[in-house]
């Protein structure tokens, strides 16, 4: 091997040497609370990239011993092989040096019989390819080994098995979460208040503030009065979680299969969560989502005071009025895919798509300047416009993390492990004006 390759494999074993020290720190900060081992998600995503780097830095340098292996054994001398000259019936080495199946043939004692043609043009026996003058040089014995060879039930030949990847199902890109900024907390509960407005004492107007001359007749104007009114309300924090069991063995032999459990599990805390953040009803362990809160304004496509040339799209823009005039800018749309599909095939009276003009290739999915989440996590015929992250909120106690233990029931003893995905996280919708639950009709 070259001093280039001796040198490439020093730095790939310090490489190899380095990453397999970063595992073992990051394996000694996973956290066992009650003989159960906890994984956040970024410590498991650094270990699985490092273990996927030290298997290809592994196969490198396999690859580079290899190949000074062949090196050394190419830049030794020929040698004779006695094997070869006796399974070919000769002798010695010279004997067969050079000879081909020619040289054989005319040095054979069935055409040396001939006597150089004296002895006629038949040979008195035929010259045949046997062990006994080239060997098995084209036949194959019962004692060769050969790719179709082993049997058994099981083993059906030589030669190793290259098993495919796993197709995994496609996940949903778009998230109604992804409309919320982060917040994390410590606590269990969260408590806040809801401002509903501005009252006067005497009337429901909503808002009391007006010019005031300094003088009214002999007195001091008197200033009119507005009254903050608050609701307390309480948003405690939620569990979602779901599990999957499997054998430890399956998943040491399959890490591929371990890491789909892991990312499949993940994925369904996520659908759960889009979920409860517009449809939980609050009772038991359900969020109370912002579709089922109190105070969300509506607005009816299907009503008959709507101009029949309305479609969906002029819909969206209607709500998203409601919210300005609660002084709130809306921030975001969360629709059905169908619906969705309705906006953006919806036509003029030329046949041109209306909303083709703003759509660019990559661009973020946009009506009326508000960011779009297509979600099977709303019903079809209904829509949700409102100010994300301002009117509601979103706090995370805990963040979704991959659990693994073997004390459940009695999977100690069957060699079973438990794989748990779990999160918790609370949502306060503080200001419910903020948000207009739009309903579509069936057909634009």
Do not use: C
């Amino acid at each position: 091997m070259s001093t280039n390759d001796s040198g490439r494999e020093r730095e790939l074993q310090s490489a190899l040497e380095s990453k397999m020290a970063e595992n073992r720190s990051i394996a000694d900060n996973f956290q066992i609370e009650n003989g159960v081992t906890i994984v956040t998600t970024e410590q498991k995503s650094a270990f699985d990239k490092n273990m996927v780097d030290i298997k290809e830095i592994k196969s490198l340098i396999s690859g580079l011993q290899d190949l000074r292996s062949v090196e050394d054994w190419a830049s030794q001398p020929a040698a004779d092989s006695v094997a070869a000259y006796a399974a070919a019936g000769l002798s010695t080495a010279s004997s067969y040096r050079g000879k081909s199946l020619g040289d054989l043939f005319l040095n054979s004692p069935e055409f040396k019989a001939l006597q150089n043609g004296k002895a006629g043009a038949n040979m008195v026996a035929p010259f045949e390819l046997t062990t006994s003058n080239v060997g098995a040089f084209s036949r194959k014995s019962a004692d060769d080994i050969y790719s179709a060879m082993p049997t058994g039930d099981i083993a059906t030949g030589f030669g190793t098995i290259e098993r495919d990847s796993m197709v995994t199902p496609p996940t949903r890109t778009r998230r109604v979460r992804d409309l919320f900024p982060a917040r994390t907390t410590t606590a269990a509960v969260i408590e806040y208040f809801r401002m509903l407005g501005f009252t006067t004492p005497e009337t429901t107007a909503v808002n009391a503030a007006s010019s005031v001359a300094q003088r009214d007749g002999s007195d001091f104007a008197l200033k009119p009065q507005s009254s903050f009114q608050f609701e307390g309300h309480q948003a405690p924090i939620r569990t979602l979680a779901h599990w999957e069991a499997a054998h430890r063995n399956v998943l040491a032999d399959e890490p591929q299969l371990r890491s789909i459990i892991d990312n499949e599990l993940l994925y369904g805390l996520r659908l759960q969560e889009d979920f409860q953040i517009l449809n939980g009803d609050g009772n038991g362990e359900n969020l109370l989502g912002i579709l089922n809160t109190s105070g969300v304004q509506t607005y009816d496509h299907t009503a008959g005071t709507v101009l029949a040339s309305d479609n969906y799209g002029d819909a969206i823009r209607r709500a998203a009025t409601l919210a300005f005039l609660a002084y709130y800018e809306p921030s975001g749309v969360v629709v059905h895919p169908n619906d969705w599909e309705a906006m953006e095939l919806t036509k003029n009276d030329q046949g041109s798509y209306l909303m083709a003009v703003s759509m660019q290739v990559g661009a973020e999915a946009r009506i009326w300047r508000m960011p779009v989440i297509d979600t099977p996590a709303i019903d079809q015929g209904t829509a949700l416009v409102g100010a994300f992250g301002t009117g509601a909120q979103i706090y995370d106690r805990e963040q979704a993390s991959i659990r693994i233990s073997e004390q459940h029931s009695d999977f100690f003893v069957r060699n079973a492990i438990v794989v748990l995905a779990e999160e918790r996280l609370a949502l306060a919708v503080k200001r419910p004006e903020s948000f207009v639950k739009v309903t579509l009709s069936v057909s634009v």
